[in-house]
């Protein structure tokens, strides 16, 4: 367990969640980052958070220590290949997903030993760990569209 990255992780979630519940079913639907949508970010998130969580799963099943590395490119086609879905899910929906799809990851994340956290920061896989970074991404696109007045 590593207490930094389960607040970063604690912190980027309850961020989303604000964003979510702020932002109007309008706001979520219209396109931010063309074609990208708030409640389709709200959807690819949630995807690779339960991605990272089967990741995981895999790994306990096969006893591995960490999950299977999986390639940039392959995740830049999965993303490419899964826009229109994410982009057709309700938009209330989304945002629930990415809701319950965090606070699953992270309730395993924030059980995992120590030493296998560090190593894979070591490695250069801490996003497996640290939701944080990919959230951030999508964070700052979101703050950037929908600003507090």
Known sequence: MDE???????????????????????????????????????????????FVLERWGLAAERGERTPMVVDGGLMDRINDASLRQWLAIPARIAVEEFLAAAAELEELISQLDATIVSELVGEGRERLVDRSLHRGDHIRTLEEAFPLA
Do not use: Q
């Open 4 to 50: 930094v990255i389960d607040r970063k992780n604690r912190d980027s979630a309850e961020r989303l969640a604000i964003l979510g519940a702020r932002l109007s079913d309008r706001e979520l639907t219209e396109e931010i980052d063309p074609p990208w949508t708030a409640a389709g970010l709200f959807a690819h998130m949630a995807f690779w958070d339960r």
